[in-house]
């Protein structure tokens, strides 16, 4: 089991910033990809950015120059810094893990959800 806990939502004005973390423990063996995604009332959940192993990054059109995604693999965390932040930012943030655990079995795994409201 690999469990994900995600920490850092919360209230800010539009063009505040806030960062976002989550920690991954359990029965990790290794950690591909990680990932935040969101979902807004009434939409359907979307990808913010993803990062890989490796250092890869990818954004959604929407969040481009303004978020960060990145990640400490010593501490299998990935963060999301969030800058220029928007009202149409407002929505839950689900962090997402990849990997492989001890027993050899792919996982895919996703926190509980972090609020991020941001008012105009």
């Known amino acids: 089991q690999v469990q994900l806990v995600e920490s850092g939502g919360g209230l800010v004005q539009a063009g505040g910033s806030l960062r976002l973390s989550c920690a991954a423990s359990g029965s990790i063996f290794s950690m591909k990809n990680m990932g935040w995604y969101r979902q807004a009332p009434g939409k359907q959940r979307e990808l913010v950015a993803v990062?890989?192993?490796?250092?890869?990054?990818n954004y959604a059109d929407s969040v481009k120059g303004r978020f960060t995604i990145s990640r400490d693999n010593a501490k299998n965390t990935v963060y999301l810094q969030m800058n220029s932040l928007k009202p149409e930012d407002t929505a839950v943030y689900y962090c997402?893990?990849?990997?492989?655990?001890?027993?050899?079995?792919?996982?895919?795994?996703w926190g509980q959800g972090t609020q991020v409201t941001v008012s105009s």
């Open positions: 997402n893990a990849e990997g492989t655990s001890v027993l050899l079995a792919g996982f895919a795994s």
């Open positions: 990062i890989t192993s490796g250092g890869s990054t």
